[in-house]
């Protein structure tokens, strides 16, 4: 079975804090992607990378960046966290083979 | 995402019932995806529907996908406790394997 893991489950942080969401998958997969997701709003594509060291934005890239320098990881760095990313953060890897999209158990991220 | 309209939102049912999700787009859809979250965790993958007029079905649970290939369906029969949740679908609209997801149907089975 694809293993997507997501570094930490719950993530207490301060405004104006950098933080970084770090998600590892272990079945070299080409892409990944990071979701947001909010009550009334589903999921929402944050970032997406289909290789090492390239990213695309997806919807709402405001206030995020990303980083894969290693094809197995994919991060997600608020650069100066605010409260209105208090939010689940998901990441996902695709398999291409059998066109399936794998997500990792969530981070529950409050921003105080 | 406004690319998939998902109803309802939410559902109570009791145990035994039978119940239908629908999930619609105005877009032709080149894969649609059937998940399920319970609270707090991540998604766990049900189903994917590929062609016009499929349908599949694990255990309880049947997935359909329209002719036009702009509508899918979720149908659980003889619902159980364990089929609460949050159910969503996703669907990649063919934009370089970028995938929406449907706000989702919070599901209550009650004993």
């Known amino acids: 079975d694809v293993k997507v893991t997501q570094s930490s489950r719950y993530l207490v942080k301060r405004t104006g804090e950098k933080v970084f969401l770090e998600c590892v998958q272990d079945?070299?997969?080409?892409?990944m992607f990071w979701y947001r997701q909010d009550p009334g709003l589903g999921l929402r594509l944050i970032y997406f990378?289909?290789?090492?060291?390239?990213?695309e934005k997806g919807d709402i890239p405001e206030g995020y960046s990303v980083s894969r320098e290693k094809k197995e990881r994919f991060s997600l760095i608020l650069e100066s966290a605010s409260t209105n990313q208090t939010s689940m953060y998901l990441c996902?890897?695709?398999?291409?083979?059998?066109?399936?999209?794998?997500f990792g158990s969530g981070t529950q991220l409050s921003v105080l | 995402s406004q690319e998939l309209e998902q109803s309802p939102q939410s559902l109570i049912v009791q145990e035994g019932k039978n119940l239908t999700i629908n999930c619609t787009s105005s877009?032709?859809?080149?894969?649609l995806y059937w998940y399920k979250q319970k609270y707090g965790e991540g998604l766990i993958f049900l189903m994917m529907?590929?062609?016009?007029?499929e349908e599949k079905s694990h255990e309880k649970i049947t997935a359909k996908l329209d002719e036009k290939k702009q509508q899918s369906s979720l149908h659980i029969t003889a619902s159980q406790p364990s089929h609460a949740g949050i159910y969503l679908c996703?669907?990649?609209?063919?934009?370089?394997?970028?995938?929406?997801f449907g706000t989702g149907t919070s599901l209550t089975v009650i004993p």
């Open positions: 996902a890897t695709y398999e291409d083979r059998n066109e399936k999209l794998f």
């Open positions: 079945m070299d997969h080409e892409n």
């Open positions: 990378s289909y290789d090492v060291k390239m990213k």
């Open positions: 877009k032709t859809l080149y894969g």
């Open positions: 529907l590929q062609k016009g007029g």
């Open positions: 996703g669907a990649d609209m063919n934009t370089g394997n970028q995938f929406y």
